[in-house]
C-alpha cells in the first residue's frame, strides 16, 4: 500500500504541464505503480477539495488512470456532490470505476478515533468487504 502526499503538488498550471514538475513526476509514478486507487475525500463547498481535485487535474494531460480500478470512500452520508463529483471525474479520466467497492461509512462527527473506526464490527465489515471487491477487480484486470 502506498501513500502520497498531495500538498507537495503544485498548483496545476497547463503552462508548466510539459516541465513536468518533479513532485507531479513522482505523484504519476505511484499511480502507475499501484494496482488500484483508493479515493477518500472529504466534501468541501458541496465539492471536491482543492488538493483532491489539483492532484487529480495533473493526470488528466496522461493515461495515468485509464482502465485503473479506482473506489471511492466517503465518510459522511451527507457529503453526496463530493463523491457525485469524483464518479464523474474519474469517469472522464477514463478509470474502471468498481462500485462495489465504493461505499460511504458513517463516521462524521462521531469523534471516533482511527482505532475505534476499524474496531467498530459494522465499519470493520463494510471496509474489508469494499477492499475485497477492489481486490477482485484488480485480479479480474485483463493483463496490458
Not at 482543492?50 to 492532484?55: F, M, Q, R, T, V
Not at 485509464?66 to 466517503?74: D, R
Not at 457525485?84 to 460511504?104: F, G, N, P, Q, Y
Amino acid at each position: 500500500m502506498l501513500y502520497h502526499s498531495l500538498g507537495e503538488l503544485p498548483l496545476f498550471n497547463p503552462d508548466i504541464e510539459a516541465s513536468e514538475p518533479v513532485p507531479v513526476v513522482t505523484f504519476r509514478e505511484h499511480i502507475l505503480a499501484s494496482d488500484a486507487l483508493l479515493i477518500a475525500s472529504p466534501e468541501y463547498a458541496h465539492g471536491v477539495t482543492g488538493a483532491i481535485k489539483n492532484a487529480l487535474d495533473w493526470m488528466v494531460g496522461n493515461e495515468t488512470l485509464v482502465n485503473k480500478p479506482v473506489a471511492l470512500l466517503n465518510a459522511s452520508p451527507r457529503a453526496t456532490h463530493a463523491q457525485a463529483a469524483l464518479r464523474e471525474i474519474v469517469s472522464t479520466m477514463s478509470a474502471r470505476l468498481v462500485d462495489e467497492a465504493c461505499i460511504t461509512i458513517p463516521i462524521l462527527g462521531s469523534g471516533f478515533s482511527e482505532d475505534d473506526i476499524v474496531q467498530r464490527p459494522d465499519i470493520k465489515s463494510a471496509l474489508l468487504t469494499a477492499l475485497s471487491f477492489l481486490k477482485a477487480a484488480v485480479q479480474s484486470a485483463p493483463l496490458e
